[in-house]
């Protein structure tokens, strides 16, 4: 129900969740090295409600910063409910306002000890740093784009609606970064392609491969999906191109192949291999595996094929199926591969098609 509703809210263009903090603190920890001396990005957070902000900005000076740059867009639902920015004539902060911060130092101005929100909103009233409106905020406008030119790596929760697009300007300005995907983006015909050609993997990812995410709309899940203001959503992840331990971690392979166990797919030459636990040591062809390999894939020990699923299936020139077999199966798709188990036909779910680089030897 969740992710359908999540659907409900993309179709309606209400796709802004916020990310937890204790998910961001998880998964960021592992890049530390990457923002040292750094401009960091995160350009599609209203800068006083999202917690990439906060994370950046208390420890903008343990982690070597060189600056950080926030931006929210016109309508953003979450606005104002942290902290309280100074517009001058304005009695209070007005809303739906599209709005940039630029921060470029961090101290304790209020001698308390400590580097906290309220000095960031302290420099920022006394000029330290840089408060400005954006026309639109739209991380498409030239302004945002300019600002994306500037930036060495973007962190931030896009709107899933456009990830495809999103993730494209990335690649096109030759950008790092560490951003929040569904899985679902995985099958894209425009990111597989840069998964396989190592151009974006996947972070350490979500506990449970789910996140709780603050939901500022009311009609977007059912009461009993709510954890307080949150809605969860199954099958989230972190992509990135930037390194990390776990990408190199070699996956522990304990089977053994045997033909009685993994079934030759009847239009493609590989074996079938349900769960990633099962990939054989000693097999020195190539195997269908679930999507899900790609929380182990480790490029010193893998070659990924390809993805075995519509147009990038028939690329890689998976066979049509005998029509007849429809009669039996009726989910049976060109592009897709297929086994025969005691005259039936099987389809698995999507198949990423890889080789183990250094089998085994028997």
């Not at 630029?102 to 000890?113: A, F, K």
Request: aromatic share 12%; net charge neutral.
């Amino acid at each position: 129900m969740a992710n359908k509703n999540l659907n409900a809210a993309k179709t309606a263009k209400k796709d802004e969740f916020y990310t937890q903090m204790s998910d961001i603190e998880r998964e960021l920890q592992h890049y530390w090295q990457h923002f040292r001396g750094k401009t960091i990005l995160c350009n599609c957070d209203d800068p006083y409600e999202s917690n990439f902000f906060k994370y950046f900005a208390l420890r903008f000076n343990q982690l070597g910063l060189k600056k950080l740059i926030c931006t929210c867009y016109n309508g953003s639902p979450v606005q104002g409910n942290e902290l309280m920015i100074d517009w001058g004539d304005f009695t209070e902060e007005p809303k739906k306002i599209a709005y940039k911060v630029e921060i470029t130092e961090v101290r304790d101005m209020n001698g308390d000890g400590a580097v906290d929100l309220s000095d960031v909103q302290y420099l920022l009233q006394n000029d330290k740093n840089v408060l400005s409106i954006l026309k639109t905020g739209d991380f498409r406008s030239s302004e945002c784009i300019e600002l994306l030119k500037e930036a060495d790596v973007v962190v931030t929760n896009p709107p899933f609606s456009l990830f495809r697009e999103y993730i494209a300007q990335l690649i096109e300005h030759e950008k790092r970064f560490l951003i929040v995907g569904h899985q679902n983006a995985i099958h894209y015909k425009e990111i597989f392609p840069r998964i396989q050609n190592g151009e974006v993997w996947l972070g350490y990812g979500f506990k449970g491969g789910a996140a709780h995410f603050f939901s500022p709309y009311e009609d977007v899940a059912t009461a009993g999906e709510h954890k307080k203001d949150m809605i969860r959503v199954s099958g989230v992840t972190w992509f990135t191109n930037l390194d990390h331990n776990k990408r190199h971690e070699k996956l522990d392979l304990v089977s053994r192949y045997s033909p009685e166990e993994y079934p030759t797919y009847v239009n493609y030459d590989a074996i079938e291999v349900s769960k990633v636990t099962d990939i054989p040591c000693d097999y020195i062809g190539v195997m269908g595996v679930p999507t899900t390999f790609l929380d182990k894939y480790n490029p010193e020990q893998f070659e990924i094929i390809g993805l075995a699923e519509g147009e990038l299936g028939k690329l890689l020139g998976l066979k049509p199926f005998d029509r007849e077999l429809k009669k039996i199966n009726k989910s049976l798709r060109d592009g897709q591969l297929f086994y025969m188990k005691n005259g039936y036909p099987l389809k698995p779910y999507s198949r990423i098609l890889i080789r183990n680089k250094h089998p085994k030897k028997l």
